[in-house]
């Protein structure tokens, strides 16, 4: 080997093919769901303009945003006062692209670019990777995908009835049975800052309280203090912050509170709304929680508001998604509002892993090795290898006549489930040897018969 | 709208919904025959390191690859004499990654990295995008997927007949009845090389022949005259280059002709190995030329060499590849040779597109849609909707009651087949009415009917 080992830049990873065919079980099923409820494909480039996403993160989100250097002399046109102004301003002028950090950006660019060909309510899901310059660390990468659904266009409370059907569905196709979607609303929030007098401070009230979980209530109230919350709002909203029970059970608590809460109103109508449609439906596994304490970046959020926890794993949300207003209005087109949520696919895979959850037939690609003894082996062995094909059956005949032993290594390491050994006994007699990797049994058919359990064999 | 109207950048693409269903049509029949052939996937980081890139595809080729900006102060430790030294080595100095610019060398590097845990003969594919920085025009883009298959570590001529299998399977599936499989040997070409007496000369002789097509014979011979290769050489050429007929008539010519060419002899035994391994099995709709003109890059090839032509569009290769000596051999491991191949997926779009060939099916996502006139209609549709869903059909509801036409609308511009009318004649009866948005054809049925019908209209 040469000095230069060859590395990949830290944050990222290779998928090797155990790790693909895993991670495409997890999309399929997504993308299954997603289509079963309407939704439509949207991909875009990994490189948008500079200018589309500056701005549009906060100042430490432009930080970590991978800019592609400009392509030929991007010297040209600097000027040695222009490197004097440090690199901030000088980024501007070396790069005009830049690699996408979120697949809402690029999807609100495409509505606006698009908005006279799109016939709304558009529903799109987007299945991509982004990057992001951030420190790595366990579970945090450089480059990952994210997993977006969203409706535009319509105000339906529909929309987060569906929304709360399709995490239902994927979590429980994957074959979690122990998760809670819990549900909010920014109505319900600003109606609480309102109640404890503290009117116009959900902000506030909201990024301190979403570090309920990790800190503890008494930083939390700290903080509020800190923030200029009086003494007495903090008091009164510890017993809201501790409501807990049923939905049926807090809704009516929630009502008295926010009477005269136009916004806590609006929340409470909502979710009733919202409720009535999921009543219609039946939920598979998901227990629903309406925790008024879940914050999710609120700046964003303007209606219900929803994160997947599942319980008893150690693993924060692995879905989550939101109302909001005004997705384009960035872009100059005000007016279109929507709803959108997105799976945490390497949250996911992690969680499978743990509970052992990927299914073994989800792994197998190649479903029969043929093996390769000889010259002849091998000629008898090509039609036999094109009748699996045409019956649909992935099927490979190992590719020269070597040791079996390595043969048969070779179908372990790819998880062949099944290997067709031929040599010359079966030529003459016609019945070929299929052996079952799994539990080593061994059996003397002809040909057309290993068709029919090999295709039983395959997964649904 | 603000002045800033948003746009992306030139060379890169949005695939719509229309355009994502086409793609991914084109993208699974390869990745089930390359599944079916025994290929598992294998997915790499958009991002390497500029050093595993830099220097493995020409000068050229080095100017064209996207650099990404270190992120933080990448001007930390630029001194004033590096500015001065211009933008080429100061990019080594501000840019430490780049976007893959092809799959074939993330691959050498990932078989590098992990070469004691791969069990040779290795078969992969991947299919990812690829970025260069060339200049943007017609059916060429700065952002595009490649789709590659290789094995490497096995010398079998098994691999390449195989290649020959997978090209006629994916094309002859798509629909494609009339094209070309060209196969040569660059063994062939260095024996043509000595038969004419320019011995060693292929590599010219191959960069110029290789423009046959383009530019005509006459510019050829002018080509290779200037290249230094006698007139007499030049002459005895001609009628070589015009050798036709099929395989089985060109052998014996190529073998009086090559008779004393020690790689003359290897490619033809190769050929008529790979040819012995494809008389077992059967081609669908390809055509197989021996076609002593096909060149392709030919430094990078060391064995059999495949091109795919559609007969009768006008349109470049779609398809291509060949067996190569010394894949990782960059990376300071030798030995590791194997043979691959890839699709041209835009190009093929286009073909499939000028022969109207993406069957209507393969466009349908929502199967149905369920009309709302009112709330009570909307109601009546939630249970519907389920159960249509649980049925396994792509299902949506319109979320608000609004004007059939807008609706309808709606249906066409989303290739809805069909449309499930609610009203409260159909809510008294319980015989829904179910419109077929193609032949206009509408049927009265109740559910368990509606259900079995679109499940017998969904594709294969």
Redesign the interface.
């Known amino acids: ?9 830290k944050g ?6 155990a790790t ?2 895993k991670r ?1 079980y997890i999309f399929s099923i997504i993308k299954r769901t997603f ?4 939704f ?10 500079l ?2 996403l500056t701005g549009k993160y906060g100042d430490e989100g432009d ?2 945003i ?4 400009n ?6 046109k600097i000027t ?1 006062q222009d ?1 004097e102004q ?2 901030k301003p ?2 501007r002028k ?4 830049a ?1 996408r950090y979120d697949l809402t950006v690029p999807f609100a ?2 509505v ?3 908005r006279n060909d799109i ?1 709304f ?1 558009f ?2 899901y987007q299945i991509q ?1 982004v ?1 992001r ?1 951030d420190r790595p660390q366990r579970g945090r990468y ?2 990952f995908y994210q997993c977006d659904a969203d ?1 535009v266009g ?3 409370l ?2 987060e009835a569906e929304i709360i059907l399709m995490m239902d569905e994927v979590l429980s196709t994957l074959g979690l049975d122990d998760f809670t979607i819990k549900f909010n609303h920014r109505g319900l929030l600003a109606g609480i800052a309102e109640a404890i007098g503290a009117f116009g401070r959900e902000a506030d009230l909201c990024v301190a309280i979403d570090k309920l979980d990790k800190v503890g209530q008494e930083a939390v109230n700290n903080e509020l203090r800190e923030k200029g919350i009086s003494e007495e709002a903090v008091t009164q909203l510890q017993p809201i912050l501790e409501l807990s029970g049923d939905v049926q059970d807090l809704l009516p608590q929630l009502d008295a509170l926010l009477q005269t809460s136009e916004e806590g109103q609006r929340g409470l109508r909502d979710i009733r709304q919202m409720l009535a ?1 999921l009543g ?3 939920l598979n596994k998901a227990k629903l929680q309406l925790d008024v304490t879940l914050a999710r970046g609120l700046s964003y959020y303007t209606g219900c508001i929803f994160e997947v926890k599942v319980n008893n794993v150690q693993m924060g949300s692995i879905s989550g998604g939101g109302r909001y207003d005004n997705l384009t209005g960035m ?3 005000p007016g279109v509002s929507g709803v959108g949520f997105s799976f945490g696919v390497d949250r996911i895979f992690d969680v499978l892993e743990e509970l052992n959850l990927f299914p073994k037939d989800s792994q197998t ?2 479903q029969v ?1 043929i093996s390769n003894f000889d010259d002849a082996a ?2 008898y062995s ?2 036999v290898l ?1 009748t699996l ?1 045409k019956a ?6 190992f ?2 006549s070597t040791k079996l032993k390595k043969q048969m ?2 179908a372990d ?2 998880n062949i489930p099944y290997v067709l050994l031929i040599g010359s006994e079966e030529m003459e007699s016609g019945q070929l040897n299929l052996r079952n990797m799994r539990t080593g049994e061994q059996k003397s058919l002809p040909l057309a018969e290993i068709v029919s359990e090999l295709q039983n064999s395959l997964p649904a």
């Open positions: 080997m040469s000095k230069d080992k060859p590395s990949i830049p990222t990873r290779d998928f090797g093919p693909v065919v495409n289509e079963k409820f309407g439509l494909p949207l991909e875009t480039p990994a490189m948008e303009n200018s589309v930080q970590l991978f800019k592609i250097l392509s030929g002399d991007f010297l040209n040695p490197l440090g690199y000088l980024t070396i790069s005009e692209k690699l660019r495409y606006v670019m698009n016939s309510p529903k799109r990777p990057w310059a450089r480059e409706v319509t105000n339906s529909l929309c449609f219609s439906f039946s872009f100059g087109l690609i190649t090795l091998m000629r090509l039609p094109q094909r649909g059956i992935a099927a490979e005949l590719p020269e290594g070779y390491q790819k």
